[in-house]
């Protein structure tokens, strides 16, 4: 294809191509150098890559930003010689820096396009005049304006801006504006310790650190239906209301025609396409190493490919992640057979590498340390939250000569184990009669196969498929129901538990781990076998035993408390803590466009585009 060639991909096709081939640039040049034995974190690179000297001593600190689109920069040291350069330095295009004795550049440096640092002179002018080396030394937050040239010896203070075309020979002092050949002073400026020029120009008494924020990053998010998007939507709702910055990195996947509900918060919707039930975004990763290096990586893990971005990310800029694990999930389909060897191979790198592992139950806790094998002390329990209202007053169960409500609310999944339930009704129906009403509130995939379960076991009439229901609705069917009961195969949680909980609703369940966390037997509902006679038999003792229902009922009232969000946020704020004091001190967003010309004292200073 011809430089002429015109990509036959447009808006946001373009943007996704053009975000993977500077993150792919990028990876390039980060193995290129540390393969070549030079010391750095992720480089920067867009454009051309640059040429690298790797003879010397070569030490790169954090975010590296180097470009190329015209001419490539020249960056290294030669045989016994050293190069520093600090953090968040940006180097434009056709830049040439190579060491041969010594070159330190400083922290939040800008180096212009065409500029030159040069330690030495390489050849003697005449006799009287032989070749001369001596270190250079950049100082912090300098700004080299465009074919800047920097002789051997010099020294440049800190804060100081060195003007379009100037030579510097000699020391220049901070906070100054330096012009001509030999540069010059020609005013002072204004620039604190702790300020930083930005990519969009200065920005006064701006903070040495950013604000402590939280960028959650999730496969779907609501309208997407699913009990994990529905609870990264809660924590970040939450958080946002106690004052923490918040944004969600998510797929459009599951978005449909509907909008969903705007949030107060920035949500980014990365194109996606789906492969194997799982949403591909090929602008993640670009997206993530965007991020302040304040932010605090929240992972709701779900499915593959976004946890190990994740965990990339996040080791290339050297910040810490918490991975949140909602649900351990089970094989299922043809590619279901991958699934354990994945869990061994790769995701269990992704648990060991976090800063912090959220579960919701203590079993979950066992079950990661024991599994994944992540060290106890990082895996802390964090349950989850919601935002039903809390009953004022507690049940006491059907009265005489009503129609017992039971309840169930769930996906129409495998996992919920639907079959189970209409066998434990069947048996309560031919044990203790026919005196009751069930209705199951939720749909999913295994519908037709209820349905025909209901017609098989002559239910019809007591059991009521209801759909999905939310907010108002599924409340109020909380509030309508006498019983909940909860038959699933496996549970990480069981959000429906601590729902049924606010309304002082008692609980019948099977007896399986992370439930029996959050039911404790006789406290908050009976745990049972999953067999559909002692199903039965729990449903018919606590619509029979009054005072053990009220008892229940006033116990969950009280228990209710312990789960709303804005304690389990203020959970995850604690857990945050530690991580905020490890992250590092956050660099410019954008590399600086803007470029210092010669201004005469006592006139406003312009800028020039690179």
Avoid at 486 to 493: I, K, N, R, Y
């Amino acid at each position: 294809m011809s430089r002429g060639t015109a990509l036959p991909f447009t808006g946001e096709g373009a943007q996704v191509l053009e975000s993977l081939g500077f993150y792919v640039k990028s990876v390039i040049c980060t193995g290129w150098f540390r393969l070549r034995g030079v010391r750095c974190s992720l480089i920067l690179c867009s454009g051309q890559l640059p040429k690298l000297n790797a003879r010397g001593q070569v030490t790169i600190g954090d975010k590296l930003i180097v470009r190329g689109r015209i001419a490539p920069c020249e960056i290294g040291a030669v045989h016994a010689a050293s190069l520093r350069i600090g953090d968040r330095v940006f180097i434009n295009q056709g830049a040439v820096i190579v060491a041969h004795s010594g070159i330190e550049i400083g922290d939040d440096t800008l180096i212009g396009e065409f500029s030159a640092l040069y330690d030495t002179n390489h050849h003697a002018v005449d006799t009287v005049h032989p070749t001369k080396s001596a270190p250079v030394v950049i100082g912090s937050n300098v700004w080299l304006g465009r074919n800047v040239t920097v002789l051997p010896g010099s020294r440049i203070g800190d804060h100081t801006v060195v003007a379009t075309g100037a030579v510097v020979r000699g020391e220049l002092p901070p906070r100054v504006l330096a012009v001509g050949n030999p540069a010059r002073p020609v005013r002072e400026l204004a620039a604190p310790d702790n300020w930083r020029r930005s990519g969009r120009g200065a920005e006064l008494d701006r903070p040495e650190r950013e604000p402590f924020s939280v960028a959650h990053v999730v496969a779907q998010y609501p309208p997407a239906l699913g009990g994990l998007e529905n609870a990264a939507q809660a924590i970040a709702r939450h958080q946002h209301k106690a004052g923490i910055p918040v944004q969600v990195i998510t797929s459009d996947q599951g978005t449909g025609n509907a909008a969903g509900e705007a949030e107060e918060f920035p949500v980014t919707r990365l194109r996606s396409f789906n492969f194997a039930n799982t949403p591909v975004m090929p602008g993640l990763l670009f997206r993530l190493l965007r991020l302040s290096r304040q932010s605090v990586l929240h992972l709701h893990l779900a499915q593959v490919y976004t946890p190990e971005l994740v965990r990339v990310s996040a080791r290339l800029r050297r910040v810490p992640y918490v991975v949140h694990f909602h649900s351990d999930v089970i094989p299922s389909g043809r590619a279901g057979i991958l699934l354990e060897p994945y869990k061994k191979l790769m995701l269990s790198r992704v648990f060991r590498d976090a800063a912090k592992v959220l579960v919701p139950t203590d079993d979950y806790r066992d079950l990661v340390c024991a599994k994944y094998r992540v060290p106890p002390g990082r895996v802390c329990v964090v349950p989850n939250g919601t935002d039903h209202r809390i009953a004022a007053a507690p049940r006491s169960g059907p009265r005489r000569g009503e129609t017992p409500r039971l309840l169930f609310v769930g996906r129409l999944a495998l996992q919920k184990n639907v079959p189970l339930l209409l066998r434990a009704v069947a048996a309560y129906r031919d044990r203790y009669g026919s005196q009751f009403h069930l209705t199951i509130v939720g749909e999913g995939d295994m519908r037709p196969a209820i349905e025909a379960e209901i017609r098989q076991l002559e239910l019809g009439p007591l059991v009521t498929l209801a759909g999905a229901r939310h907010g108002e609705a599924l409340e109020s069917s909380y509030a309508a129901a006498d019983l909940l009961i909860l038959t699933s195969v496996f549970e990480s949680f069981g959000l429906v538990l601590v729902e049924a909980m606010t309304k002082g609703l008692p609980i019948v369940s099977v007896n399986i781990p992370a439930v029996r966390n959050v039911v404790l037997d006789g406290v908050n509902g009976l745990l049972v076998p999953s067999d559909p006679e002692a199903l039965a038999d729990a449903i018919h003792t606590l619509l029979t035993d009054r005072d053990l229902y009220a008892k229940i009922s006033s116990d969950n009232l009280a228990a209710a408390h312990r789960y709303t969000w804005s304690s389990v946020v203020g959970m995850m704020s604690a857990e945050y803590g530690g991580l905020r004091r490890a992250l590092p001190h956050q660099w410019p967003a954008d590399p600086v466009t803007a470029q210092p010309t010669r201004s005469r004292p006592g006139r406003p200073r312009r800028l020039a585009h690179r």
